[in-house]
T-cell receptor, first 113, second 109 residues
């Protein structure tokens, strides 16, 4: 009963470095999402994947790329990290749409210096 | 103007108190509404959906007023374990889901 598993939990990057955040779900959900959460702001959608083989931009996609590797896995890549990308990142999954509610992973705290 | 607005609080209440949070949304096309709970440095967890007729889950009651475009959450008989941030969420259909910034609640003994 792992639900949604994210790795790593913490990461410090230097400006310009790249990294990939990994996410996997074991609930057989079709839809997966990447959000970022910043102080004083609600969660903002970076990218989502409505189903295996599809990805779409959310509200704040600039500086990020994603890959839906299979039904279980959805990764987020920062090609050239910037201090503005310092945030807490959450992966989530849902049934066919968000109207079923999300299950979130435990988050990745990323600091870019 | 934020699409989903919440009073950030914090709300400080004693154990046993009743506390209510309100949330307003600006997009009249919003169709589905939720309350999530987020503990400090943890992920959000779905607390309850919000239905037009209002719905209750134990000590928690959610109400939706479409005409005024606001959602409320009432917590009765507050427990120490209710201390958390409560996120109001509106979905306009498809994959456009907007999260409020949250209302912080502290329940004190």
């Amino acid at each position: 009963n792992a639900g949604v598993t994210q790795t790593p939990k913490f990461q410090v990057l230097k400006t310009g470095q790249s990294m990939t955040l990994q996410c996997a779900q074991d609930m057989n959900h079709n839809s997966m999402y990447w959000y970022r959460q910043d102080p004083g702001m609600g969660l903002r959608l970076i990218y989502y994947s409505a189903s295996e083989g599809t990805t779409d931009k959310g509200e704040v996609p600039n500086g990020y790329n994603v890959s839906r590797l299979n039904k279980r896995e959805f990764s987020l890549r920062l090609e050239s990290a910037a201090p503005s990308q310092t945030s807490v990142y959450f992966c989530a999954s849902s049934g066919d749409s968000p109207t079923y509610g999300y299950t979130f992973g435990s988050g990745t705290r990323l600091t870019v210096v | 103007r934020k699409e989903v607005e919440q009073d950030p609080g914090p709300f400080n209440v004693p154990e046993g108190a009743t506390v209510a949070f309100n949330c307003t949304y600006s997009n009249s096309a919003s169709q589905s509404f939720f309350w999530y709970r987020q503990d400090c440095r943890k992920e959000p967890k779905l607390l309850m959906s919000v239905y037009s007729s209002g719905n209750e889950d134990g000590r928690f009651t959610a109400q939706l007023n479409r005409a005024s475009q606001y959602i409320s959450l009432l917590i009765r008989d507050s427990k120490l374990s209710d201390s958390a941030t409560y996120l109001c969420v509106a979905n306009t259909g498809g994959f456009k889901t907007i999260f409020g910034a949250g209302t912080r609640l502290f329940v004190k003994a």
